[in-house]
């Protein structure tokens, strides 16, 4: 900073100018007088030197004024910082990037494209036995266990002994039938001498009548007690009467199940001894979210992939639908049918399924793009150069880095697909 230079003029005084001596006056012997006797025809000293001190301070004091902020003027004076722009502007949901803001750089724009998605729905599944061909094996009374002829995992031939059962309650039925039968031939007796007294008029009809109630009563209850013993699965007209009876498989199979044991009493008729099942087909059941239940149908082909054999794609169809959604887990079940002659394929392996949907035209997005704000889907849309409004869409599901969209932009519509988050609020 440059200070001017303000001219100074300073008039000489004549300090020690030796006084004028008139005539008649004794000149001073040098050296008699006291410093502070003022000798006659001196001019003062001392208050001269104080006046040009006292005129150098206020040059000085004004030469330092000069150097304060508020003082300084014209070109001396320092100009003002400008101000930075604003990183953006906001106007209700609009949001502007204006012109040299550092935002620019950080932001990526990209129209929404329309393309033909066809989607591949995978999802989790599980292999089972099909219930139809499956069969839990129950005692026809309740008794003690006294063999066990097959183990859990075996192979088993329709009528194929598995069990034997030492139950007293097969005695009781022996007994039930026997006496339906001796019940039986007295009323058949009884009814047929009715009816020949009948004839010659040696007895009432009523007496007929009651001879033939009587028979139809007793032929009932034989009936019934015959049924009985066959439920059981023994002969009722045989000759030996033991208490055991051999419990036989009513199909073949597998027994994937076991939970009886020699010497157990089972005494709960409902409570299943092993289960069989058929496994020369097995079903594979995937449950269906239930937002993406329309994508599936019954007969659409599908490939399946086993974590057993990860290299090897089974082909399928659906061959079942669910017209029921879980109320639990909101999904649909549906089934797979696949033969099963080697019993590669077993009960409780996992396995996951691709459902191929038909291709359909949708707008798309990268998922970069969207922003989620009040637990809702948005995206920033361009309404005029470098001016950005939010809009709300709605995904119908997302492969890789894309998004397809159901509804909220169109093809028209220009977005940030990156830095949006920067425009938040």
Do not use: C
């Amino acid at each position: 900073m440059r200070m001017k230079t303000l001219p100074v003029r300073l008039w000489s005084m004549p300090v020690d100018a030796k006084p004028e001596i008139r005539e008649g006056d004794v000149e001073p012997e040098q050296g008699t007088h006291r410093s502070g006797d003022q000798l006659p025809g001196h001019a003062p000293a001392r208050p001269a030197t104080l006046m040009a001190f006292v005129l150098v301070a206020a040059i000085l004091a004004a030469g330092g004024y000069r150097l304060l902020p508020g003082a300084i003027s014209g070109k001396d004076a320092v100009l003002p910082i400008a101000a930075k722009p604003p990183a953006l502007i906001r106007a209700g949901d609009r949001v502007t990037v204006p012109e040299g803001s550092p935002l620019r750089s950080s932001l990526a724009l990209a129209p929404v494209v329309e393309q033909d998605i066809a989607r591949s729905l995978v999802l989790p599944a599980v292999v089972e036995a099909d219930p139809a061909r499956l069969i839990k094996v129950l005692p026809p009374l309740a008794g003690r266990v006294t063999q066990l002829k097959v183990q859990l995992g075996e192979q088993v031939e329709a009528d194929q002994p598995l069990a034997v059962i030492d139950s007293p309650d097969l005695a009781a039925a022996y007994a039930d039938y026997d006496r339906a039968k001796v019940l039986l031939s007295l009323a058949t007796r009884s009814r047929d001498r009715q009816r020949a007294l009948v004839k010659i008029g040696g007895a009432a009809d009523k007496d007929l009548q009651q001879g033939e109630a009587d028979y139809a009563t007793a032929e009932a209850e034989q009936r019934r007690a015959e049924a009985r013993l066959q439920q059981i699965g023994v002969d009722a007209d045989t000759t030996s009467k033991a208490r055991t009876v051999t419990v036989t498989a009513p199909m073949a199979g597998s027994v994937i199940d076991l939970a009886a044991a020699p010497g157990a009493f089972w005494n709960d008729a409902t409570a299943a001894l092993m289960t069989i099942a058929d496994l020369r087909t097995v079903w594979v059941t995937a449950g269906i979210p239930e937002k993406d239940t329309s994508l599936v149908a019954k007969g659409q082909p599908v490939d399946v992939v086993f974590a057993a054999y990860p290299g090897e794609p089974f082909k399928g169809e659906v061959l079942f639908v669910s017209d029921v959604l879980d109320p639990d887990t909101r999904r649909t079940k549906v089934r797979i049918a696949f033969a099963n002659p080697d019993a590669r394929l077993k009960p409780g392996m996992f396995a996951s399924v691709s459902f191929h949907a038909p291709a359909r035209r949708a707008a798309v997005v990268p998922t970069s793009a969207l922003l989620v704000k009040d637990d809702a889907n948005q995206v920033l849309v361009e309404v005029a150069p470098w001016t950005f409004v939010p809009r709300k869409v709605e995904i119908a599901f997302q492969q890789g880095d894309q998004a397809v969209l159901v509804s909220g932009v169109t093809a028209a519509d220009r977005i940030v697909v990156k830095g949006g988050v920067l425009l938040g609020d």
